[in-house]
């Protein structure tokens, strides 16, 4: 939308209704933004308006969304490390022959679960990519 629009003129027009826009943001946080409709106003102009509304909010839910998404992201790091000491641990018992048929299991679940978490962490930071864009965060 181009910033250099002239704002409506309102002047003496009745208004003829009102709408609010409101989104429910991380943290508990949320964002409301309203109105007004005003007679003889065209539905282009309230489409603009509307659709401004809707654009700001967006990019507000975005920006608080991505320390969530950062987040998240450094948990799976996080998970991915123990993941890997203990897969460690239990390789070596495998090695020398010392592993229960628990332990083996485990072993095994992990290599699974290995591959999955690091799939999410990719997909967590094309998230977060994604999301500092469309905010326009560097």
Same mark, same amino acid.
């Given at each position: 939308?181009?910033?250099?629009?002239?704002? #409506?003129?309102?002047?003496?027009?009745?208004? !003829?209704?009102?709408?609010? #826009? *409101? *989104? @429910? =943001?991380?943290?508990? &946080?949320?964002? +409301?933004?309203?109105?007004?409709?005003?007679?003889?106003? *065209?539905?282009?102009? !309230?489409? /603009?308006? $509307?659709? #401004?509304?809707?654009?700001?909010?967006? &990019?507000?839910? $975005?920006?608080?969304?991505?320390?969530? #998404?950062? +987040?998240?992201? /450094?948990?799976? !790091?996080?998970?991915?490390? @123990?993941?890997?000491?203990?897969?460690?641990?239990? *390789?070596?018992?495998?090695?020398?022959?010392?592993?229960?048929? @628990?332990?083996?299991?485990? =072993?095994?679940?992990?290599?699974?679960?290995?591959?999955?978490?690091?799939?999410?962490?990719?997909?967590?930071?094309? +998230?977060? &990519?994604?999301?500092? =864009?469309? +905010?326009?965060?560097?």
């Amino acid at each position: 939308m181009d910033d250099e629009k002239k704002p #409506l003129d309102t002047g003496a027009r009745p208004i !003829i209704g009102n709408f609010n #826009l *409101a *989104a @429910q =943001l991380p943290n508990n &946080r949320s964002i +409301a933004v309203a109105g007004y409709f005003y007679e003889g106003e *065209a539905l282009t102009s !309230i489409n /603009e308006r $509307l659709d #401004l509304c809707q654009e700001a909010i967006e &990019r507000q839910r $975005l920006r608080c969304e991505i320390p969530e #998404l950062e +987040a998240a992201r /450094e948990q799976r !790091i996080t998970a991915l490390r @123990q993941m890997k000491e203990v897969m460690d641990d239990l *390789a070596g018992k495998q090695q020398s022959g010392k592993i229960s048929s @628990q332990e083996r299991m485990t =072993l095994k679940n992990m290599q699974v679960n290995l591959k999955k978490v690091s799939e999410d962490i990719d997909k967590g930071e094309v +998230a977060i &990519r994604d999301a500092k =864009l469309k +905010a326009g965060v560097a």
